[in-house]
């Protein structure tokens, strides 16, 4: 039980989000006894992923929050003379101005529930060093016991462990045992088997729904990270299929590789050879100064302009390539950009960016996996009242959680959620606007009907942000058949449906009664949420009030569409607690572990034991397939 945790340990962490769970993972590697605890029921925190019916949940909590009293004040019996106590928050102010609309038929009859749904556990339930809870409303497929005991996990080539019960994770068809369907019959499932809202409810489990949206870059920092770590065995990845562009009322694809270009009926040929020309430069512009010095203080959309590129392709560069603002980036990070997405392209397919099967909460719980398997220590649904600090050396010594108990350790990481109004009293946050829809077909129909997709939609006005809109079918685990799962993110510069619902009212068209038997040209839209997100990416440390010098502050997820920023700040917070550690280095070979009492095998050496064991990371893969772990 979560009451009976050791008294001591070299690393608590506290939050279990991405740069957390990160960090966890490494020290946890590094020998380092580790603590990761969680007031939520579920692993990700805002990095988090539900089913629909675990949404639905998340979203009645967060507009319930204002009744949450629970400030218990025991904890303060047991601050010493020569203490002081930093209290932290019990409830979590991240979130805000959560609406929710249902466009699709309201048949919801009694009973309904979410098939193969699992009760939640009670409060208090800790994992032991070797197991990792999966929340019932968070993780398709698994039971509520299951442990993660990778020592007997079975990894081939052909096969990845995912979740709990050491199965290969099903493809879509595999899964539903039916061929996937054309996308003619796609594009007549509206009549004749129209989407209720029961049905969403019903088929909730094949839903994964994130809270915050991203996408990996092929050769960015976490997959690099995941490759070295061997981390990317626990999950499964799939290639972005296509970049779209919204040009003059429309949606349309965008060629980016080489092959594209030249197949591309958008461009005339004179285009391609300008575009070609221009992306050649961009991958080796920083060997030819001379050609950029001189507009360096412009941006990089008036740089464009004078590249004898048309506005046709000036708008697939600055929109869809490079991804950047008009009117505030620079004319070197435009051309740092294209060159970034370029030098993806190619690695496991045809676009630069990866999403992890069963959405972007999988890759916490997969670093989390790891810390798990090397003696880390996991309690969700544990709260912690407050951090003891010593007055005379101003370090902190210990934590109490909410049974009271008091937990030493070395070094403290906090997510930034979890500090209280006193502590980020002068801290100045950004916002994030969120919008999750589900829809009944694509924004661009094609052949096949499992694409995936990411859109930017450029701003009307100036000063107001561009929206990124990823669209997600079926074969990614994400929701059910017949449906997508499309995520719209920005700047907040009001609240999120104000930001976004222009953009969502260009794309889609609200699912009535009126409509169905006429065939409209916008998908429909059967169900929204919007919601703002704090983003702490930015913040400074100096920004906390009185923070012990070994207390670590992790942020939560920025708008930025990969996950270089996370990666960075676990990596610099644990060179801080570990200087002189590698950083998440790879698994002994188990073929060169040798256990305390077995003799040595011929050629075996003593640097085979291990806590000296190491190895060689796999060789790259040139393809990583329709569904495959990540090699290197």
Request: charged share 25%; aromatic share 8%.
């Amino acid at each position: 039980m979560a009451d009976n945790l050791p008294s001591e340990f070299d690393v608590i962490v506290i939050g279990t989000g991405l740069p957390e769970s990160i960090i966890a993972a490494a020290c946890s590697r590094s020998g380092q006894r580790v603590l990761h605890v969680d007031s939520r029921s579920y692993y990700g925190g805002n990095w988090a992923s539900f089913s629909f019916s675990g949404l639905l949940s998340w979203i009645k909590e967060y507009q319930e929050k204002s009744a949450v009293v629970d400030e218990s004040s025991a904890w303060q019996e047991q601050i010493l003379d020569d203490e002081e106590a930093i209290a932290l928050s019990r409830m979590d102010r991240t979130i805000q101005h959560v609406e929710v609309f249902c466009y699709a038929s309201q048949d919801l009859h009694e009973g309904v529930e979410e098939a193969g749904a699992l009760q939640r556990k009670h409060a208090g339930e800790s994992l032991n060093t070797a197991s990792c809870e999966r929340p019932a409303d968070q993780t398709p497929g698994a039971a509520p016991d299951t442990a993660l005991e990778v020592a007997d996990a079975e990894v081939t080539g052909e096969s990845v462990d995912h979740c709990d019960d050491n199965t290969r994770v099903p493809s879509a068809s595999e899964e539903s045992g039916e061929p996937v369907p054309a996308a003619k019959d796609i594009a007549e499932q509206p009549k004749k088997n129209r989407i209720t809202y029961s049905h969403m409810v019903k088929e909730g489990r094949r839903f994964n729904i994130d809270l915050v949206s991203k996408l990996l870059y092929s050769r960015g920092l976490l997959i690099d990270l995941l490759i070295k770590s061997n981390v990317s065995r626990y999950a499964e990845f799939k290639n972005i299929t296509r970049i779209l562009a919204f040009r003059e009322g429309r949606v349309e694809q965008v060629p980016c590789s080489r092959a594209d270009v030249f197949n591309s009926k958008q461009l005339t040929m004179v285009e391609k050879r300008m575009l070609m020309k221009f992306l050649t430069f961009c991958m080796e512009y920083e060997e030819h100064p001379d050609e950029y010095k001189a507009y360096e203080e412009m941006t990089f959309s008036e740089y464009l302009k004078t590249q004898k590129l048309t506005p046709n392709l000036q708008y697939f560069v600055l929109h869809s390539i490079a991804m950047t603002s008009e009117t505030a980036s620079r004319t070197v990070d435009g051309l740092a950009a294209t060159k970034n997405f370029l030098h993806c392209l190619g690695r496991y397919g045809n676009t630069p960016f990866l999403f992890p099967l069963y959405g972007q909460g999988e890759l916490p719980q997969c670093f989390c996996r790891m810390c798990a398997v090397f003696g880390g220590t996991y309690c969700l649904r544990h709260s912690v009242q407050c951090l003891v600090v010593d007055k005379e050396s101003r370090k902190c010594k210990a934590i109490i959680d909410q049974f009271g108990q008091r937990i030493i350790s070395k070094h403290f990481l906090v997510e930034d959620s979890y500090f209280s109004e006193n502590t980020c009293s002068r801290v100045q946050y950004r916002q994030i606007s969120r919008a999750v829809l589900i829809t009944d077909r694509s924004v661009l129909q094609a052949d096949s009907d499992q694409q995936i997709s990411i859109l930017t939609v450029p701003p009307e006005e100036a000063g107001t942000p561009a929206v990124r809109v990823i669209e997600l079918c079926s074969s990614t685990m994400t929701c059910m058949k017949g449906t997508y799962l499309v995520h719209l993110t920005c700047t907040s510069s009001k609240t999120a449906r104000e930001d976004l619902e222009p953009v969502v009212q260009k794309l889609f068209t609200p699912d009535t009664e009126t409509d169905i038997e006429n065939e409209v040209e916008k998908p429909r839209l059967l169900w929204a949420l919007y919601f703002n997100m704090r983003d702490s990416s930015d913040v400074s440390r100096d920004s906390y009030n009185d923070l012990p010098s070994n207390v670590y502050v992790c942020s939560g997820p920025d708008r930025g569409l990969g996950n270089d920023n996370a990666v960075k700040q676990a990596q610099a917070l644990f060179q801080q607690i570990c200087p002189n550690e590698d950083f998440c280095p790879p698994p002994p070979n188990p073929e060169d572990i040798i256990l305390d009492g077995d003799t040595l095998q011929p050629g075996a050496s003593e640097s085979a034991v291990i806590h000296e064991a190491s190895s060689e990371p796999p060789k790259e893969s040139a393809d990583l397939g329709k569904a495959g772990e990540l090699s290197e």
